[in-house]
């Protein structure tokens, strides 16, 4: 296991279906190695919430379970990279080709942390998923129940259920990974930089399994 230090200077990208538990274990190593989080996803939720144009844009594709175009979410995340020094963790990006392309063209990935799980156990997870809108902390009503039902352990905020976390959705989720975002594997595999991770069992344990790793 490496110190503190030198995982604070560690790129990582953070890959997997939705429901891998990408946020969950980019929430530990945020919390335990003091890395910063990038999460698409969570800044394209603030914008929907926001009402930015950014997220009146965002927010058709989010709700069926599609990408956001490509144009707005690379300009979105070069920008905000472009602010960071030291080590982070890139959660749910890139999550196509040319988004790796793009990213490839500003900085130097150390690792990339493939997070394998099976489509019905995503399912499971997904639509018992509930989540801290504040500080976008993720539980399960089952596997990670919050201490008090519907509140956040973190910092007290009232948990909600996401709305593409309906099966339907979720299912039109796993589709669009399957023909976008799965291709980035065997592209990182090629870079010498992909570590497959079983992202079935103890979340704990499957942290432990990162952090050796790093
Ligand atoms: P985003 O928010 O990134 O969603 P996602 O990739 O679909 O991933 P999730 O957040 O659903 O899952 P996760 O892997 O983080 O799992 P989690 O830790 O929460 O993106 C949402 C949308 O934004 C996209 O559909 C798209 O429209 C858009 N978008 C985002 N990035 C984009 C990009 N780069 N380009 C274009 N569009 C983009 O865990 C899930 C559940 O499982 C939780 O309840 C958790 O408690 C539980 N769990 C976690 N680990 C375990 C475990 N080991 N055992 C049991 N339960 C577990």
Known sequence: MNDYRRSMDTKI???GPPGSGKG???EKMEDEL???RLSTGDILREAVRNETELGREAKGFMDKGQL???DLVIDLMKEKISHLDDGYILDGFPRTVEQAEALESIAEI???INLEVDDEELVNRLTKRRTCPNCNAVYHLIYKPPKKEGVCD???GKLYQRSDDSEETVRNRLKVYRENTYPLIEY???KGV???IDGKGDIKEIFENIRELL
Do not use: I
Request: hydrophobic residues 40%; proline residues 4%.
């Open 24 to 26: 969950t274990q980019a």
């Open 188 to 190: 990182y595999k090629k």
């Open 154 to 156: 973190r910092c007290g």
């Open 34 to 36: 003091g890395l910063v």
């Open 194 to 196: 992909l570590h497959n």
């Open 13 to 15: 990208v953070l890959l």
């Open 110 to 112: 150390d690792h990339v």
């Open 68 to 70: 956001v175009p490509n």
